[in-house]
Nanobody
Framework: QVQLVESGGGLVQAGGSLRLSCAAS????????MAWYRQAPGKQRERVAT???????NYADSVKGRFTISRDNAKNTVYLQMNSLKPEDTAVYYC??????????????WGQGTQVIVSS
């Protein structure tokens, strides 16, 4: 079972930047596709970005051009660089993982979340 620990959240002014990190342990990291999700108060969890084992990426329309997902397989870590932050980006951000050959089952392993607050 993969263990995921997020870090890097905090309070930032609109227009600012944050970088989230998610450290994975207990598995061969390169076997896993990774994702960042977020959940704002009163809203459903939203997938923000995904990255495959080979580095292919996908983004929600709401963050395209502002957020960048990346991974360092040597460090067992996935990152989310968030630029030009907006108040509507305020949410708890979660890291998620799934084996790359289990696309049909979805992301089933989750971190504890890290809070991002963007002030206007």
């Amino acid at each position: 079972q993969v263990q995921l620990v997020e870090s890097g959240g905090g309070l930032v002014q609109a227009g600012g930047s944050l970088r989230l990190s998610c450290a994975a342990s207990g598995v061969l990291f390169s076997d896993y596709a990774m994702a960042w999700y977020r959940q704002a108060p009163g809203k459903q969890r939203e997938r923000v970005a995904t990255i495959g084992g080979g580095g292919s990426t996908n983004y929600a329309d709401s963050v395209k051009g502002r957020f960048t997902i990346s991974r360092d397989n040597a460090k067992n870590t996935v990152y989310l660089q968030m630029n030009s932050l907006k108040p509507e980006d305020t949410a708890v951000y979660y890291c998620a993982a799934r084996r790359i050959w289990e696309a049909s089952t979805g992301f089933g392993s989750w971190g504890q979340g890290t809070q991002v607050i963007v002030s206007s």
